[in-house]
């Protein structure tokens, strides 16, 4: 049975930083690429970054590029997303997804973690 | 970047309708969407890929159609379980973008 448990979130000031974890079994990771996907407090969903199997490549969404970065390692079957300078726009419950082998849906999902940046 | 705009936002239907939700993307994208139900307080769950591919354990009365720039989701017979939220995502190229969602509740 595939597991994604997301850990690591929790309140953090504007302008700081925070790093998610995200702990996968029940499948061979090294040989699928992983998703981050947030939900800001009653709105919908937002696709984040991705990141390949090799970890040879990964795409953010403009909104968090040059802020985020997402990386993984497949030793500890563990995917990562680091946030720096955050807002208060990036508060949100934070999923960890796996992209499907045969394309770039996401096939299964974490319980989140929630994110909260205030001062 | 593509936009993907769902319709209608919000849909109140009875026990028994047939329901069908609209996903347009701003430019062609083929097959590549993906249909996606989140019930309240729960992570999403994947409902179709490539248009009109049910998920294994997907009920079948939910079914997908449409390529390029107009695909439908269509419940075929609503159930008190199916309320929650639904979301199609683009998948052809990133960003990987989803439409705004269409909450579904029972009248």
């Known amino acids: 049975e595939v597991q994604l448990v997301e850990s690591g979130g929790g309140l953090v000031q504007p302008g700081g930083s925070l790093r998610l974890s995200c702990a996968a079994s029940?499948?061979?990771?090294?040989?699928?690429?992983m998703s981050w996907v947030r939900q800001a407090p009653g709105k919908g969903l937002e696709w984040v970054s991705v990141i390949s199997g090799s970890a040879g490549s990964t795409y953010s969404a403009d909104s968090v590029k040059g802020r985020f970065t997402i990386s993984r390692d497949n030793s500890k079957n563990t995917l990562f997303l680091q946030m720096n300078s955050l807002r208060a726009e990036d508060t949100a419950v934070y999923y960890c997804?796996?992209?499907?082998?045969?394309?770039?849906?996401?096939?299964?999902w974490g319980q989140g973690t929630l994110v909260t940046v205030s001062s | 970047d593509i936009q993907m705009t769902q319709s209608p936002s919000s849909l109140s239907a009875s026990v028994g309708d047939r329901v069908t939700i609209t996903c347009r993307p701003s430019h062609d994208i083929s097959n590549f969407l993906a249909w996606y139900q989140q019930k309240p307080g729960k992570a999403p769950k994947l409902l179709i890929y490539?248009?009109?591919t049910l998920q294994s354990g997907v009920p079948s009365r939910f079914s997908g159609s449409g390529s390029g720039t107009d695909f439908t989701l269509t419940i075929s017979s609503l159930q008190p379980e199916d309320v929650a939220t639904y979301y199609c995502q683009k998948y052809n190229s990133a960003p990987y973008t989803f439409g705004q969602g269409t909450k579904l509740e029972i009248k």
């Open positions: 490539a248009a009109s």
């Open positions: 997804a796996r992209d499907d082998s045969r394309g770039w849906y996401l096939d299964s």
């Open positions: 029940g499948f061979t990771f090294s040989s699928y690429a």
